[in-house]
C-alpha cells in the first residue's frame, strides 16, 4: 500500500488534505459527526474506547450503544462520498472500539503543536526562542474548531490548547527580553493578539516592545485603547499589573519627600501626545524606560543624562503645583521629541536625554530655567537643577 498522508488542520477551522483535496469537514457533516470524528482524530494513536465514546457523546441516550454504533455507520458512509476520502477506509473497529486507520500517515497540526509544547519541561526551546515562537504562531491559528453543540471534552481541550499556546508565547517573549530584542517581541506579541485578544500577557508584551523600540508616544494610545476594549467585552480594565510597566496611575502616587538627584540616580538604578514635545509620562513608566535606554547604550553608542529640577518657594501648595506645571510645559517643549520628563513629585522633576556631552545638558538646562524665570517671579520661586551622567551600576 502507497504511504497515505492525510493533512490535518484543527487550529481555527477543520480541513482534510489528501490527494491534492482539501476538505473543510464541517461542510460536509452535521454536528453529530463532526464531533465524532474530531475525537477520533485527537485520539488517533490509540483506540478510543465504545465506553468513552458513549459517556461523551451520547451520555443523555436511551439507547447509547446503539446509537453510538448508528452514528460510526453514517460517518463512514459519509466518508466515502468525499473525493479525496472515497477509496479510503479511515475508522476501524477495534476489540474495544474504534480508532483511525494506523496504515495512514496523520499530519496534525495539534501534533506538530504538542511536540512543541514538550520542549517547554525541557526548555529547549531556548536554543531559538525566535524560531521557536514563530513555529507556534504558524501552527496555531485559533481555537481548536468546535462545534455549537458545545461537546464539553472538546472545549476542554480547546481551553488546553489555548492555555499552552498563551505559555508558549510568554516564555519565549520572556527569552526575548531578555535579549533586547523589542522589535521581534511586538511583533510575535501583536501576531497572538489578533488570535487571542483577550490575555493580558500578550498586552503586557506588546506595550513593553513598545517601550523597548522607543515609540512611547504610542504606549498610552496603546493602553486606553485596549483597557476600554476589555470594558465593553469582559466588564473590567487591565490589571494593576500594568501600573509597573505604564504607571496608569495619573496622579502618579507622589512622594511628598524631596530627593537628590544622587538618591534619585541610585532610585533608577534600582528598578529591575505631542509629537513635537518631549515624551511625558508617569514616574513609574519612566524608571522603566531609564532602564531599557541604559541597557542598550552601549551597544548603540550613546550616552544618557538624567538632570532633576526642583522648585523652591514659601507659597502654597495650590500654587507651588501652578507653577510645576508651568515648568513641565517649558521643559516639554525645550526638548526633542525622544527625550523623556516624569514629575517625581510636587515640587520636582527629572528629564532623561541622550547627549554626547554633559555641556549639553547644563546648555538644555540653563535654557530651561531661563524661561521659568521669565514666566515666574524670581522673589516666590527660585529653580535648581542637579545633573549626572546615567550608567548601569
Known amino acids: 500500500m502507497d504511504n497515505i498522508i492525510l493533512k490535518i488542520r484543527m487550529f481555527g477551522c477543520f480541513v482534510i488534505e489528501c490527494y491534492n483535496e482539501k476538505i473543510v469537514v464541517n461542510q460536509y457533516f452535521g454536528k453529530q459527526l463532526v464531533n465524532l470524528l474530531e475525537i477520533l482524530l485527537l485520539q488517533n494513536q490509540v483506540e478510543v474506547s465504545k465506553e468513552f465514546l458513549m459517556d461523551i457523546l451520547w451520555s443523555e441516550s436511551e439507547n447509547p450503544n446503539s446509537a453510538m454504533k448508528f452514528t460510526v455507520f453514517r460517518l463512514r458512509n459519509e466518508l466515502k462520498k468525499i473525493p479525496g476520502l472515497h477509496k479510503l477506509e479511515l475508522i476501524i473497529t477495534t476489540k474495544n472500539g474504534y480508532r483511525m486507520n494506523p496504515d495512514y500517515t496523520y499530519d496534525c497540526d495539534f501534533m506538530h503543536f504538542d511536540n512543541l509544547y514538550s520542549q517547554i519541561e525541557g526548555q529547549t526551546y531556548k536554543e531559538n526562542e525566535l524560531e521557536y515562537v ?40 520572556e527569552c526575548l527580553l531578555q535579549q533586547h530584542k523589542y522589535q521581534d517581541i511586538k511583533r510575535i506579541a501583536y501576531s497572538a493578539i489578533l488570535l487571542e485578544p483577550f490575555v ?18 504610542e504606549v498610552r494610545q496603546y493602553y486606553n485603547k485596549v483597557d476600554e476594549n476589555f470594558y465593553k467585552a469582559l466588564g473590567f480594565g487591565l490589571s494593576s499589573r500594568f501600573n509597573d510597566l505604564y504607571g496608569i496611575n495619573q496622579n502618579d502616587e507622589l512622594n511628598s519627600d524631596v530627593v537628590g538627584i544622587s538618591e534619585f540616580h541610585e532610585n533608577l538604578d534600582n528598578k529591575a501626545h505631542n509629537r513635537d514635545e518631549a515624551f511625558y509620562c508617569s514616574y513609574d513608566l519612566f524608571k522603566n524606560i531609564y532602564e531599557i535606554s541604559l541597557r542598550g547604550a552601549a551597544r548603540e553608542r550613546k550616552r544618557y543624562f538624567i538632570a532633576l529640577f526642583k522648585i523652591e518657594t514659601k507659597e502654597s501648595s495650590d500654587k507651588q503645583i501652578y507653577v510645576l506645571n508651568k515648568l513641565k510645559t517649558i521643559i516639554m517643549t525645550s526638548l526633542r521629541s525622544s527625550d523623556i520628563v516624569s514629575k517625581v513629585n510636587n515640587s520636582q522633576m527629572v528629564i532623561l536625554v541622550n547627549c554626547k556631552e554633559v555641556d549639553n545638558v547644563y546648555l538644555i538646562a540653563q535654557r530651561i530655567t531661563s524661561q521659568f524665570y521669565k514666566k515666574c517671579d524670581q522673589n516666590k520661586y527660585r529653580l535648581h537643577y542637579s545633573i549626572e551622567e546615567a550608567m548601569v551600576s
Do not use: P
Not at 146 to 164: F, G, K, M, V
Open 134 to 173: 514563530q513555529q507556534v504562531l504558524s501552527i496555531y491559528q485559533g481555537h481548536l474548531y468546535t462545534t455549537s453543540s458545545q461537546l464539553l471534552w472538546i472545549i476542554q481541550q480547546q481551553e488546553y490548547y489555548r492555555n499552552a499556546f498563551i505559555e508558549m508565547i510568554s516564555k519565549g517573549c
Open 200 to 217: 493580558e500577557e500578550l498586552h503586557y508584551f506588546y506595550m513593553y516592545g513598545l517601550i523597548g523600540t522607543k515609540d512611547y508616544h
